[in-house]
Nanobody, 118 residues
Framework: VQLQASGGGLVQAGGSLRLSCAAS????????LGWYRQTPGNQREFVAS???????RYGDSVKGRFTVARDYAKNTVYLQMDRLDTEDTAVYYC?????????????WGKGTLVTVSS
């Protein structure tokens, strides 16, 4: 499974940005897709996820501002980020959770940088 994220960039505080992550490979081996983020010197932080059945979860710091969505036909997961704050500045990583023969495995894409300016 390969994950390719895109959509990062520079945005002003209060603005919006949408990240996309296209998954390829053995999609039957993926159950959940989502996003984590990381800032220098800190651990990777859970942002949002959506399962193959459409169940969504959000990290506490983004609830009510970010929305995760999944296009099952395109094997793509999106992260709509609204009301961005400078504290949302981070490298965002696309994530997938394996199932079947890959049960319990985590797949990661290369990060995409989101910078929120004040």
């Amino acid at each position: 499974v390969q994950l390719q994220a895109s959509g990062g960039g520079l945005v002003q505080a209060g603005g919006s940005l949408r990240l996309s992550c296209a998954a390829s490979g053995t999609m039957a081996s993926i159950s959940a897709l989502g996003w984590y983020r990381q800032t220098p010197g800190n651990q990777r932080e859970f942002v949002a996820s959506i399962t193959d059945r459409g169940t969504m979860r959000y990290g506490d710091s983004v609830k009510g501002r970010f929305t995760v969505a999944r296009d099952y036909a395109k094997n793509t997961v999106y992260l709509q980020m609204d009301r961005l704050d400078t504290e949302d500045t981070a490298v965002y990583y696309c994530w997938g959770r394996g199932t079947g023969p890959y049960y319990g495995m985590d797949f990661w894409g290369k990060g995409t940088l989101v910078t929120v300016s004040s």
